[in-house]
């Protein structure tokens, strides 16, 4: 536990590793109401291995960074990742940087309950691209992408997804939902998109 009621913070840099092997083995960031925890996996060859569930933002502030060829993997093919999980949750993550990888077996959900912001850039990749995995953007959630790459097969999206970069694999917006480009932007879609909301193209380009 990264921030339990206090303040914490986890660098794994350097090409340094972190593999979680104790009983239940999950990872939160910003536990309780009153945490705000801070993750960092930076430099090439730096790992964090998760074999269980892994919340940012639980019921705290948390925040998650993997930048300049970090990697972080959540191996279990039944437990979620989530990002603002609970009705005080906030948590933010942001994946920058030619080989930055976020590789996640299973589910991923970005401020269904809590507040959730994902941020793929310059190069970044999230993959959430095993077959039964789904992606979703809730209502309080929020998909950014800065020249990044998200990759699933299924992405729900309730909330927000805007920016400039490529979604790889089906995307489902409810009636709630918000595709935004702005202006200069390119928004790639490299798979299905069923709409049922709304698309904003301010100056920007949708392919």
């Known amino acids: 536990q990264v921030g339990h009621e206090g303040v914490g913070q986890l660098t794994v840099e350097g090409g ?7 009983l239940g083995a999950d990872l939160s960031i910003g536990v309780e109401p009153s945490g705000v925890g801070t993750m ?9 291995v998760i074999p269980d569930s892994h919340s940012i933002g639980a019921e705290g502030i948390g925040r998650m ?17 989530t990002i603002g999980a609970a009705a005080t949750g906030i948590g933010t993550v942001l994946v920058d940087g030619a080989g930055s990888i976020w590789k996640i077996d299973n589910d991923l959900v970005i401020g269904e309950v809590g ?13 959430v691209d095993r077959e039964d995995a789904v992606a979703t953007v809730g209502a309080r959630g929020r998909l950014q992408l800065a020249g990044g790459t998200i990759a699933g097969q299924n992405i729900v999206l309730d909330g927000y997804l805007g920016g400039s ?18 202006q200069g932007a390119l928004l790639r879609f490299a798979g299905d998109v069923d709409n049922q909301g709304s698309i ?8």
């Open 16 to 22: 340094g590793s972190m593999i979680l092997e104790n």
């Open 40 to 48: 960092t996996v930076k430099d090439p060859f730096s790992l964090v």
């Open 65 to 81: 960074e993997i930048l300049g060829g970090g990697f972080v993997h959540n191996t279990d093919t039944t437990k979620v990742a």
């Open 115 to 127: 507040i959730g912001t994902l941020t793929i850039s310059d190069q970044g990749l999230i993959d």
């Open 165 to 182: 970069g490529l979604v790889r694999g089906s995307v489902v917006g409810s009636v709630d939902s918000l595709i935004d480009v702005p």
């Open 200 to 207: 904003r193209v301010r100056g920007g380009e949708v392919e």
